[in-house]
């Protein structure tokens, strides 16, 4: 389970744009040095106070132990959110690289001239809408950096979804829930040997209507020991064969054998079993999708992955998703 962090992008959120074009999280100035050389609490406050005077106010032992949580206690695969004051977010991504300092060559911001040439960590930014945790008390403490504990992240998840219910469906934002362990499988988990296919589907195949994903109901037949039993599985996976022409939708696999019919939108009887709300995957793909450690972006349909499973999947990394000539798949 991923820690959540949040991290202020400079008084007021001022260096948010930058941070968020640029795919980082900032933190202090290149009037510091390479945060890495500091070995405690005591030499980081030295360098503090050698580059900004004693006994300045918001400078001291508590800014000294966050440069070390930054590059420290903050993990590859955390997630960040980027706050603005007590009671606003306006970013929430994931941590994708190691600290890297202002001088450093693969710093984004080492070069850029608007902002002081700040110490960075890359961050994927998966939902960048800006939301408010409405209500009297702070939602945030003061500090720049602060670890938030796992009820805090869901409830700030639930406030985004409220705010903007069309993304809750959406592969950022269900991909970010399942890193904190939200409950997101696109497709509701079987008990195994459970799981029954309707023959009568296969036999009497029915084209279908367009797919309307506001207009799902659940349909689901359900059996003993609450077992839910989905008919015209086969006939789904068969259309998505031609739909997508024979591959899987991120590899480019054409070995039949392996392929499988991925739900977009979780399943939730016959109206769900629609091409356009489904990927055809190869069979581990399809487990990556499932377990959110693959997402796709629905506007332009990149494909993202966890910092987890780059080291296995690295080349599928950006790469966008292959569609069928006539196939159009569902964004929600």
Not at 199 to 214: I, K, L, R, Y
Not at 232 to 248: D, K, N
């Amino acid at each position: 389970m991923a820690n959540v962090w949040k991290i202020a992008p400079g008084h007021g959120a001022e260096f948010w744009d930058v941070c968020l074009n640029s795919g980082c999280i900032r933190f202090g100035g290149s009037e510091l040095p390479n945060f890495k050389d500091f070995h405690s609490v005591d030499q980081a406050l030295s360098a503090l106070e050698a580059a900004y005077g004693e006994n300045r106010k918001g400078i001291g032992r508590g800014v000294a132990e966050m440069i070390l949580q930054f590059v420290r206690d903050v993990k590859v695969g955390d997630i960040v959110i980027a706050n603005k004051g007590y009671n606003k977010v306006v970013g929430i991504g994931v941590v994708e690289g190691e600290y890297l300092a202002p001088d450093d060559p693969d710093n984004p911001l080492s070069s850029d001239e608007s902002t002081h040439r700040h110490h960075v960590r890359s961050v994927m930014w998966y939902l960048d809408k800006p939301v408010s945790i409405r209500g009297e008390r702070r939602f945030f403490v003061q500090r720049t950096l602060a670890r938030l504990n796992q009820a805090k992240y869901a409830e700030l998840l639930d406030v985004y979804a409220a705010e903007y219910p069309a993304d809750r469906h959406s592969a950022q934002y269900q991909y970010l829930a399942g890193l904190a362990g939200g409950s997101t499988f696109t497709e509701e988990t079987q008990t195994p040997g459970h799981e029954e296919e309707s023959d009568e589907a296969e036999q009497h195949p029915t084209e279908p209507t367009a797919f309307d994903p506001s207009a799902i109901t659940d349909s689901r037949n359900r059996v003993p020991s609450s077992v839910v039993q989905r008919s015209g599985q086969g006939e789904f996976r068969t259309r998505l064969l031609t739909a997508a022409e024979g591959r899987c939708m991120v590899t480019g696999c054409t070995v039949e054998a392996v392929l499988e019919a991925a739900h977009i939108h979780p399943y939730q009887g016959p109206t769900t079993d629609h091409p356009a709300n489904g990927l055809l995957l190869r069979a581990d793909i399809h487990k990556l999708f499932d377990s959110n450690l693959l997402g796709i972006e629905p506007e332009t349909l990149r494909i993202e992955l966890h910092p987890s499973v780059r080291k296995e999947y690295g080349g599928l990394v950006r790469t966008t998703l292959l569609c069928g000539a006539n196939q159009t798949p569902s964004k929600v």
